[in-house]
C-alpha cells in the first residue's frame, strides 16, 4: 500500500557536514546551534538549550549556494537536543537557495526509520475477531451465573 505521505511532503535534505545555524529572537538575543535537516517547509536543528513551541524569530544559516535567512517557528522538541522548525516566511533569494540546497542534497529514498514510523502511524486498529467479540459479550452473563451458582451452593452446604 503506498504511504499518502510521500506525495506531498517536501523533500528532505540531510547535511552531512556540520551547518552552523544562529537563531535571533525579537529581543535581540541569539542561540547558536546546528542545522541536521532541512527542507522547503522546515526543519530540524541540534541545540544545547530548546527553545519555547511556538517562539517566532529569525534563522540564518550558510549553504554552499550561500546564505538563507528566514523567518521560523518552533515546534516541540524531539529530544533533550533536537527540535524542529517550520518556516513562516522566506524571501525570494533566500527561498532560491534553500531551494538550490535541498535539490542538492535530497537523498533518492527516506531514512529508513521515517518509512517505519509512518506505517505505524497509517496502521489501523486490527478488528477483534468474531470468536474474541462473542466471548468478551458473553462475558458478563458467566459472571452472573457463576455468582448465583456459588451463592446456591453456599447456602445449601449450610
Same mark, same amino acid.
Given at each position: 500500500?503506498?504511504?499518502?505521505?510521500?506525495?506531498?511532503?517536501?523533500?528532505?535534505?540531510?547535511?552531512?557536514?556540520?551547518?552552523?545555524?544562529?537563531?535571533?529572537?525579537?529581543?535581540?538575543?541569539?542561540?547558536?546551534?546546528?542545522?541536521?535537516?532541512?527542507?522547503?517547509?522546515?526543519?530540524?536543528l541540534n541545540l544545547t538549550?530548546?527553545? *519555547?513551541?511556538?517562539?517566532?524569530?529569525?534563522?540564518?544559516? #550558510?549553504?554552499? !549556494?550561500? %546564505?538563507?535567512?528566514?523567518? @521560523?517557528?518552533? /515546534?516541540?522538541?524531539?529530544?533533550?537536543?533536537?527540535?524542529?522548525?517550520?518556516?513562516?516566511?522566506?524571501?525570494?533569494?533566500?527561498?532560491?537557495?534553500?531551494?538550490?540546497?535541498?535539490?542538492?542534497?535530497?537523498?533518492?529514498?527516506?531514512?529508513?526509520?521515517?518509512?517505519?514510523?509512518?506505517?505505524?502511524?497509517?496502521?489501523? *486498529?486490527?478488528?477483534?475477531?468474531?470468536?474474541?467479540?462473542? #466471548?468478551?459479550? !458473553?462475558? %458478563?452473563?458467566?459472571?452472573? @451465573?457463576?455468582? /448465583?451458582?456459588?451463592?446456591?451452593?453456599?447456602?445449601?452446604?449450610?
Amino acid at each position: 500500500m503506498p504511504n499518502p505521505h510521500t506525495q506531498w511532503r517536501s523533500p528532505r535534505a540531510h547535511l552531512g557536514d556540520v551547518t552552523p545555524a544562529i537563531l535571533r529572537l525579537p529581543d535581540g538575543r541569539q542561540h547558536r546551534g546546528q542545522l541536521e535537516v532541512v527542507s522547503l517547509n522546515g526543519g530540524l536543528l541540534n541545540l544545547t538549550n530548546m527553545l *519555547k513551541q511556538g517562539s517566532q524569530l529569525k534563522l540564518l544559516f #550558510v549553504t554552499e !549556494s550561500g %546564505p538563507v535567512l528566514g523567518a @521560523v517557528e518552533m /515546534l516541540r522538541p524531539v529530544s533533550d537536543t533536537r527540535q524542529p522548525f517550520r518556516f513562516v516566511n522566506v524571501e525570494g533569494g533566500d527561498q532560491r537557495r534553500l531551494r538550490a540546497t535541498v535539490q542538492s542534497h535530497t537523498a533518492s529514498a527516506p531514512e529508513p526509520w521515517i518509512e517505519k514510523y509512518r506505517a505505524a502511524a497509517c496502521q489501523q *486498529k486490527p478488528e477483534p475477531s468474531r470468536l474474541w467479540r462473542i #466471548v468478551m459479550k !458473553s462475558l %458478563p452473563f458467566i459472571a452472573l @451465573v457463576g455468582g /448465583l451458582v456459588y451463592f446456591v451452593n453456599a447456602h445449601l452446604l449450610k
